[in-house]
């Protein structure tokens, strides 16, 4: 069976970066070949998509996150990234990777920004 395991959230001020990751393992998931994605839920609000990367690399970003998000991905690792850069409090949500469909979410990992 495929896992999608996320790290690397935290605790962190406005204005500082993180990166996060999300790894693919177990089952028969030919990570190359599919479209990675990076959504966020904040408390009380719905899940909401952040970003995401095609196999051939090609990405969208949520006007939110334009220009302070990267994502991107390492096939060798079966792993997608997500930069975050210049953080504000409203960044602050349980952050998720999804994989081709809605059978592949991962866990969630935590990301608050806050003085």
Do not use: H
Request: glycine share 10%; aromatic share 12%; charged share 15%.
């Amino acid at each position: 069976q495929v896992q999608l395991v996320e790290s690397g959230g935290g605790l962190v001020q406005p204005g500082e970066s993180l990166r996060l990751s999300c790894a693919a393992s177990g089952g028969i998931f030919i990570f190359s070949i599919y479209t990675m994605a990076w959504y966020r839920q904040a408390p009380g609000k719905q899940r909401e998509l952040v970003a995401t990367i095609t196999s051939t690399g090609f990405t969208i970003y949520a006007d939110s996150v334009k220009g302070r998000f990267t994502i991107s991905r390492d096939n060798a690792k079966n792993t997608v990234y997500l930069q975050m850069n210049s953080l504000k409090p409203e960044d602050t949500a349980v952050y998720y990777c999804r994989g081709p469909t809605d059978a592949y979410w991962g866990q969630g990992t935590q990301v608050t920004v806050s003085v």
